[in-house]
């Protein structure tokens, strides 16, 4: 593996996940979501998926596909994208993912180990924080609501400031 790891890795996750997160940490037998199918399904059981900062945007934007595949309502089931980061890791548990750098046109990586909630931070939409405070993020805040006159239903739409998705400065400040 290339020596030029980069000093943050990051993880696109969705928000109805960070509650076991927060008690398990990232672990690589848990359910995967974004880009699953039959190109994935086998990749994806070789551990958790890392990106260098370049990346995030792709992933991101994927979680944001997937969710509107396969929901009718991304805010009520949970299916916000947010970004965890971590600095340190077991060198000999981290390898590159020739397929995610492909896709993501990033340096991407496999991570074969757990990952405890304690090495995570989580961008909360101004700073980076422990993964410990996620329950403070405002997940509406990534959506505007609006009552659908039919069926007076209220309809999430993505906000388009992306209050979850860190800019390129953000992704680089430790």
Same mark, same amino acid.
């Not at 398990?24 to 086998?42: D, H």
């Not at 991570?111 to 980076?128: D, F, H, K, S, V």
């Not at 006159?149 to 400040?173: A, C, H, K, M, V």
């Given at each position: 593996?290339? @020596? ?50 370049d990346g995030v945007l ?13 929901? =009718? ?33 990033? =340096? ?26 996620? =329950? ?11 009552? =659908? ?23 680089? @400040?430790?």
């Amino acid at each position: 593996m290339s @020596e030029k790891v980069p000093g943050w890795l990051y993880h696109v996750t969705y928000y109805n996940r960070l509650a076991s997160i927060a008690e398990t940490g990232l672990v690589s037998t848990a359910a995967r979501a974004i880009g699953q199918g039959a190109g994935y399904s086998t990749h994806s059981a070789q551990g958790i998926f890392l990106s260098a900062a370049d990346g995030v945007l792709f992933w991101y934007g994927r979680a944001q596909a997937w969710a509107e595949h396969n929901s =009718d309502n991304w805010y009520e089931d949970g299916l916000l994208p947010v970004v965890l980061r971590l600095s340190k890791w077991k060198k000999s548990a981290l390898r590159e993912d020739p397929i995610g750098t492909r896709d993501a046109y990033a =340096d991407a990586y496999i991570y074969t180990a757990p990952i405890p909630p304690q090495r995570l931070e989580i961008w909360n939409g101004e700073a980076w924080e422990l993964l410990q405070h996620w =329950d403070t993020l405002a997940p509406e805040n990534a959506f505007t609501p609006e009552i =659908d006159e039919e069926s007076g239903d209220t309809i999430y739409w993505w906000n388009q400031d992306e209050p979850f998705l860190p800019s390129r400065e953000q992704l680089e @400040e430790g």
